[in-house]
């Protein structure tokens, strides 16, 4: 018996059940994560069409599958898995997963603490990763081997493939703003005028996660310079982010032709300003994959993370992924990607715009 009255009961092997009436999909962070989650989720929903399935997702990323229609509701993961898996928040949490019944769950994620989660909850079949032998606990366990590099989206995807599940024929990232998010959207570029002519979003941030640091993955902001008033000759050029990134913005556009809206849009409205615009910039970053998700042409710098496991997830006709000559795999400075790269993915994604 465990703290909090709860046995770990059912390890190892458990049959798929045929027709379940709840399922559960675990993965509390971050946005792009959860975004690369999306074509496990419309699997499973499609596998299983009468099934209610939720999802476990944790106060900062939960708004990157909010309004999917394949999605029941999401369950708060709370202090849960944002870079840590305190005990006490761990069984509660547990508790409340237990009392809504799930006949099945699934964990597309390396940390076993996501696998040991679902045990507790006594959820009865539990797919998931089985990364360096940490897939104890689960019923089918998909194996990571990172020496290959893959997608994760590819690698999401292996855990419905391991527990049998029929596969999408073209996979894709999804998202869906609501009303609210596009009239949001409508009324800032009203506001500012903008709409006779193409629009260019573009993303100066990345590489803050709860948990996570890695500004490494910022392109330059001399780089940025350097480009934006080439863009500008194209379109309107709309440089977005969070509160947090305002300063930042403002250092890009400060004596160029472009508008600082960063702090402006939430992430749904962000996303119904992507299905208006022509083409979004940005580097290894959730709203890079937001845009992707939101069908909207999208060129990403990358480094030193690799493009082989993030990179854009999408056909050549919609996302590009830029990464230093020769460092695909990961460990290149962003800052070896030239201006004059950039923006030739740019001209060739445009086409005649």
Known sequence: ???????????????????????????????????FTTPLLAAISEFWPGAAVDYLAGPHARAAVLGNPHLNEIVDAGLVGAGRYPWPAMLKLAGVLRRRGYAAAFVPDRSPALALLALL??????????????????SVAAPVDDLQPRHEVERYLDVARAAGLSLPSQP???????????????????????????????????????????????WPLAAWRALLPRLAALADVLVIGGQADIALAAAVTTGLPAY????????AATGALFQRAALHLGGDTGTSHLA??????????????????????????????????????????????????????????????
Do not use: H, W
């Open 1 to 35: 018996m465990l703290r909090g009255g709860l046995r770990l009961v059912g390890v190892g092997r458990s049959r798929r059940p045929a027709a379940p009436k709840r399922v559960l999909l675990l993965k509390p962070c971050c946005i792009g994560d959860l975004l």
């Open 121 to 138: 909850a006594r959820i009865p079949y539990r797919a998931g990763l089985n990364s360096g032998g940490r897939g104890l606990g689960l």
């Open 172 to 218: 894709k990232l999804e998202y869906y703003p609501d009303a609210q998010a596009i009239e949001q959207a409508a009324a800032l570029l009203g506001e500012l005028g903008l709409g006779s002519r193409p629009l260019i979003t573009l993303n100066p941030a990345g590489g803050v996660n709860p948990g996570t640091v890695l500004k490494e993955k910022r």
């Open 260 to 267: 600082n809206i960063a702090g402006r849009l939430d992430l």
């Open 292 to 353: 992707v998700a939101c069908a909207c042409r999208t060129v990403a710098i990358f480094g030193p993370t690799s493009v082989l496991q993030y990179g854009l997830y999408g056909p050549a006709n919609l996302a590009r992924s830029l990464y230093p000559v020769g460092k695909q795999e990961g460990g290149g400075l962003t800052s070896d990607v030239p201006v004059a790269a950039v923006y030739a993915a740019v001209r060739e994604l445009l086409g005649d715009l």
